[in-house]
């Protein structure tokens, strides 16, 4: 019998592309979003990952399963807690309910952010959220301090999920579970429109051309499939990069960032 996978925000994107990874692969798998996906054969339940309440339900109802998928995400919301709510507090709130129902040796893959890597710049905030006791703790938390991250709740969000990853790793220890973290660069997904809203549309484009072209949900997937179900057995707590060396280039100097759009002149 295949492995059990939980996959959010496995309708769209990133996401669908890993529930028919995971299918291939001979996975059964459960996906978790606010709607039905198009794939057949697997399981579905519909669920905002900013309502703690609706997650306590899914997980009360859910029996032992080996990997999490954590894709759901979402680029701009109204309020901006929003945001960090299904991107940082949902991820956080389901993933640590789900660890006493995941197998010996199971996984855990949170999906993040290249926007999301350099958290450490911001680790004191960062920490602040990390501290947080609870999904109610945390809102109250950004509620209170939006001076601290709201001008881009969206890179915030991210930099917190990166972050929790090196934490969740040793809280997953107690369950023979692993965490680890994939970080897209600019991947073409139903979300592209408002990441070339936040960064500016030459600057988007710009950074596609260093790298010769723009992700697919599937370049992605197929690191998340590895992660969740493959040969990697003591690989914990680590944030894999897939942007198509454009971070690398940016470290190794042959991304400009001085020749960006955004640069100052």
């Keep these: 019998m295949g492995k059990r996978v939980v996959v959010t925000g496995g309708t769209t994107g990133m996401g669908a592309a890993t529930v028919v990874r995971l299918k291939n692969a001979g996975c059964m798998v459960h996906v978790l979003d606010v709607t039905a996906p198009a794939e057949q054969h697997v399981e579905f339940t519909r669920c905002d990952l900013g309502d703690v309440d609706a997650i306590d339900r899914f997980v009360r109802e ?34 640590e309910a789900m660890l006493p129902r995941m197998n010996e040796g199971g996984c855990v ?30 809102l109250a938390w950004a509620r209170a301090n939006r001076a601290e991250w709201a001008a881009n709740p969206y890179k915030f969000s991210k930099q917190c999920a990166a972050a929790y990853t090196h934490r969740a790793s040793g809280i997953a220890r107690a369950h023979r579970v692993r965490v680890n973290c994939v970080n897209p660069g600019s991947t073409e997904t139903q979300l592209t429109p408002a990441f070339r809203k936040l ?43 897939v942007d198509g060396g454009y971070l690398s280039g940016v470290v190794g100097g042959w991304v400009d960032l001085d020749a960006s759009p955004n640069a100052k002149r």
């Design 62 to 95: 859910l029996h032992q399963i080996d990997a999490l998928v954590n894709v759901a995400g979402i680029a701009t919301a109204e309020p901006p807690e929003k945001v960090l709510a299904v991107n940082f507090l949902g991820l956080r709130h389901l993933t």
């Design 109 to 138: 893959v949170n999906v993040a952010s290249t926007a999301g890597w350099d958290w450490q710049k911001r680790a004191d905030v960062v920490k602040k959220v990390l501290d947080t006791r609870s999904f109610a703790d945390g």
């Design 199 to 241: 960064v500016g549309e030459a600057m988007y484009d710009w950074g596609v051309a260093q790298v010769g072209r723009a992700g697919t949900p599937d370049d992605i997937a197929e690191v998340i499939e590895w992660l969740a179900v493959g040969q990697n057995r003591w690989l914990n707590g680590v944030e894999i990069i």
